[in-house]
């Protein structure tokens, strides 16, 4: 609401400045001095903000602070992958029980998927779901997701062999 006042104020000086001649020759200098004040006072406030910021490594609160969340806290279970379109994609479906004492939000799981014919693994590929499993600590839900691995259109693996692992979790405190 302040800046109803300078904003007044220099209507006033371009008016009277359209109006008056003398007054032309003494409102350009003190318009001109009066801009590079405001220039320089902007610039030591911009100058003094940026050296005022807490650091965020000593500042940090508990609030601010994310837990300590690790991929043992959770697990997955009756994880089941079946066939989807296109070929490459297979939907999995399971179940996330959280273990921890914290609320989980997010978790990666990387899947590999290998062909085991006779006992000989050949891997087609490895992909990795970000899974957004809202959970309260000590409760479990179920969930699904699509990875896509790049094997041949039309061509199934004969031998499927899954591995799976957790390998990124995110959660906050209850």
Known sequence: MIWIFPALAGLLIVYFAMRSSRFQRFAEPALSLMVA????????????????????????????????LTPDDISVDGLAFTRNRPDTSYRATGTVANKSGFNLDYFRLSVTLEDCPQNQCRTLGEDTALILARIPAG????????????????????APKWSYRV????GRIP
């Open 37 to 68: 004040v405001g220039l320089i006072i902007a610039f030591i406030i911009w100058i003094s903000e940026g050296n005022n910021t807490p650091n965020a490594e000593t500042d940090q609160t508990p609030q601010q602070t994310r837990p300590a």
């Open 139 to 158: 409760q479990n839900q179920s969930f699904e997701t699509y990875f896509t691995f790049p094997n041949r259109y039309g061509v199934e693996p004969t």
């Open 167 to 170: 390998t990124e979790v995110r």
